[in-house]
């Protein structure tokens, strides 16, 4: 009986013992059992959000105009706002016809006009009589729209520029003109622009996907592995793309890159996992029990890695052109879904692939990087005299860029189809630029008197107004309705101005404020112009404010992560010193070279540079700090180049790999600079990470060992106890002080009593 007693308070015992364990245990390695205790669990939830996102991604809108992405402050925004209230806002187009009489483009003219979805044709029949005979037409009086057996047409449509109305309108005037139709304008560059980017996106990725595995094959341990990678990032992609219907509509930029650039910055996550998980079971542990310890090891290193490539992405949500805000929070979503399938999803993963990874297990392909790592110890005077030489240069350089910032630059962008017919078409007519003014219905008199003197600009192809439209002393009821209703409302009148500059230009730009100071002066109130050109104005005047504070938030978030991760002042400054001087260099050779730049990229990348690839000094770093407590400078910045170079170089390459095919693939400029920009600024970020931060980390060496937080704890501990000794030693003077004012009270009392005595 006794026995048994004493064997139940042994068992009572341990379970207690037990439980003190598990409380007193690791918060990662508890997640770390939760996560394998209810993989299978775990799996179903992936699973579902699987299939939820292949059905939510079919309904996400995908927005191909940038004047939506203006604030609402802009002019040019309000003045888009009441013409689309007041008129609607018709889609455009320029045709020209090759090949063709006077007679065959009046009868093509009409067949156009015809097509369900256009509202009209301008053409100079509207102000000749082209059936009077040819030899009593003027040249000079139809030669904007007619010679060299060439006719040149502006069409309006019924609805949007982006509308499927009008994408279907144009298809169908296609047909009508076949091979001698040339085709121009916002609504074909919008057209053109949605079928391109959705067919090249596809190869796009495809291509990344077939080069990324082939990286993956030859960085890793196992011929499984690069599947295990990529399922996993495939899941997390499309986990965030399917959860972009939360957003409602998402521009075509964010669409189509987002994908790419998740799967090129947040492959470092599902290695750092496997990596450990690999050492684990080098141990001799079972698969389970590596497999918590890989977990606890690794998910420190996967947060502050996720964490600073997030902080940099959510930068561009504070952009006002909000292109930013929807790049910025997708980017950032994507990080944040691939951390979370790493964390929880990979480990069913990797012990589902532990038998194959093993059977197809392989000698490793790269090299120790002993020789490499001592050859830039060895070099590290030359690396920082080299940067000092470059820095400044290219910091200048840098902000002296050329860009383009409207549609036309996204849409017909070189190489496009849309872009030689505006070529040809210029050629032979010169440029049409169409401006809307939009001004208060008070006074006809005004309206006329404004109409003549634009039309009188040497710039000015045509003018259309209710007033040029309407003879003088004939009632507006004798025109039909919907000619009258395109050009005025009870409150507003609307005047079509075309002019012969590009969309975008600095004579463009000109002209659209000399039109708008003429609208201004008949109408000074409640008057704008809107179209193209000063929707781009606005938009370059809202990006150039955007892009020095996006960099700023960008840098202010990655220093905060990088000195609480490290507990230091001085480490964060060096840690993105290599980075930033890569993104000068990237942002400055395109003006050394003479380029044109689409804005887009350059306000992006900076950011998605610094996110994407400042992980790469902190492992740098990290390994330089640790190695140091055992080892000497040099031997410190050997190892942990040694340690860290296979790391940066798979991931290196993988973004290096995703910026250049995107770039060599898409025909439109938009994407395809920022790729380049991406590719190109990883590589110089790779290459000024491995040479010129280890020569910084020696440099400053004894304030990186250091450390400044032990410092503070130190010397806060020390005026702590300083003031609690002076406490001590305030209050024992004061008690002694007390206590001698006593002992003379005492003595006087004392005397007194004796005087009385005697």
Known sequence: MGQKLLSKLKGRKDRVNEQEGVRKEKISCRLARFIIHKKGWIEGVFAAGCLFSLFAMLFVNVNYDLTEYLPETAQSCIGLDLMEKEFGYPGTARVMLKDVTLYEAKQYKDKLEAVDGVDQALWCDNIVNIYSGEDFINEKDIEDYYKDGCAVMDVTFEE?????????????????????????????????????????????????VIMIFVVLCITTNAWSEPVLFLLVMGVAILLNRGTNIFIGTVSFLTNNVAMVLQLATSMDYSIFLLDAYSREKQKGLPDEEAMVGAIDAAI???????????????????????????????????????????????????????????????????????????????????????????????????????????????????????????????????RSNMLLALYPNTSPVAEKAMSEEIDGLPYVKSVTSLSDTLPQGIPEDFLPYSVTSQLHTEEYCRMLIYIRTKTESDQAFRCADELEGIVRKYYPDQSFLVGETPSTQDIKTTITADNARVNMLSLAGVFLVVMFSFRSLIIPVIVMIPIEVAIFLNMAIPYLMGETMVFMGYIIVSSIQLGATVDYSILLTNNYVSSRRSLSRKEACVRALMLSCPSIFTSGAIIILAGY???????????????????????????????????????????????????????VKRRRERRRVLTRTARETIARKMSGTKTAKEHKESAEVSSDEI
């Open 160 to 208: 949007g520029d982006t509308s499927q109305k009008t994408s279907q309108a144009i298809d169908e005037m296609k047909a009508i003109t076949g091979d001698k139709g040339s085709y121009v304008g916002m609504a074909v560059q919008n057209k053109s622009l949605t079928e391109n980017v959705e067919s090249e996106m596809h190869l796009i990725l495809t291509v990344a």
């Open 300 to 430: 420190n290193s996967i947060f502050a890695s996720s964490l600073t490539t997030v902080v940099g992405f959510m930068a561009l949500v504070f952009m006002n052109f909000t292109i930013g805000f929807d790049m910025g929070l997708v980017l950032a979503k994507g990080i944040v879904f691939s951390l979370i399938t790493v964390v929880f999803f990979m480990p069913a993963m990797i012990l589902k692939f532990e038998k194959w990874n093993t059977k197809t297990r392989h000698r490793p392909f790269l090299p120790s990087f002993r020789k490499f790592s001592q050859w830039v110890y060895r070099m590290r005077y030359a690396s920082l005299i080299i940067l000092a030489l470059l820095a400044p240069p290219a910091y200048v350089a840098q902000g002296m860029n050329d860009f383009l910032f409207g549609n036309s630059a996204v849409g017909a962008s070189e190489g496009t189809q849309v872009y030689e017919d505006d070529e040809a078409i210029a050629e032979k007519f010169g």
């Open 661 to 715: 095919i995107i770039h060599f693939i898409s025909s439109t400029a938009a994407i395809g600079d920022l790729g380049h920009l991406i590719g190109r600024g990883a590589l110089l970020s790779v290459l000024l990470v491995l040479t010129v931060l280890p020569a910084l980390l020696v440099l400053f060496d004894r304030m990186i060992t250091s450390n400044e937080w032990e410092r503070l704890q130190r010397h």
